[in-house]
């Protein structure tokens, strides 16, 4: 069993469409705390209807996403602060329920984790991808 992650930084809406079909996912989780871009088609909305289209399914698991103060660190490049800020933040109640419920889908799903940034290094979702394979048992495939 694997768990996918990707970050569209990079890419355009088909790019992270091929790539999330080449991988054989059927369901992405969309760890952003606030499901909105500037970039077109990652908005929550467009970005679920698109992937229905491709036959793939959209999960929003806001609760997951790392908060404001975290998301300012990132941009400053100080990513310590920012993995501090969000190991918090996985401590609320909401985030312990909705990491269960991605656990859940892991185990029922080939899943991907969706985030903006392009070096999983550098962003949460490498965190969340751990937390959720160490429950499950599951390899995380970065993509």
């Given at each position: 069993m694997k768990l996918a992650t990707i970050g569209y930084e990079r890419r355009t809406l088909p790019e992270l469409i091929?790539?999330?079909?080449?991988?054989?996912?059927?369901?992405?989780?969309?760890?952003?705390a606030i499901a909105a871009s500037r970039r077109a088609g990652f908005s929550k909305t467009m970005l679920a209807a698109s992937l229905r289209q491709a036959g793939i399914d959209y999960v929003h698991l806001r609760a997951l996403g790392t908060p404001k103060e975290g998301r300012m660190a990132a941009r400053a490049g100080r990513f310590h602060e920012m993995r501090e800020i969000f190991e918090r933040q996985l401590e609320e109640p909401a985030a312990q329920l909705e990491l269960l419920r991605a656990a859940e889908i892991v185990q029922?799903?080939?899943?991907?984790?969706?985030c903006f940034e392009a070096d999983v290094s550098h962003c949460h979702r490498a965190i969340v991808a751990?937390?959720?394979?160490?429950?499950?048992?599951?390899?995380?495939?970065?993509?």
């Open positions: 091929e790539r999330l079909k080449a991988a054989q996912v059927d369901t992405l989780v969309d760890v952003r029922a799903h080939k899943a991907a984790l969706l751990a937390r959720i394979c160490d429950a499950v048992g599951c390899e995380i495939e970065n993509l």
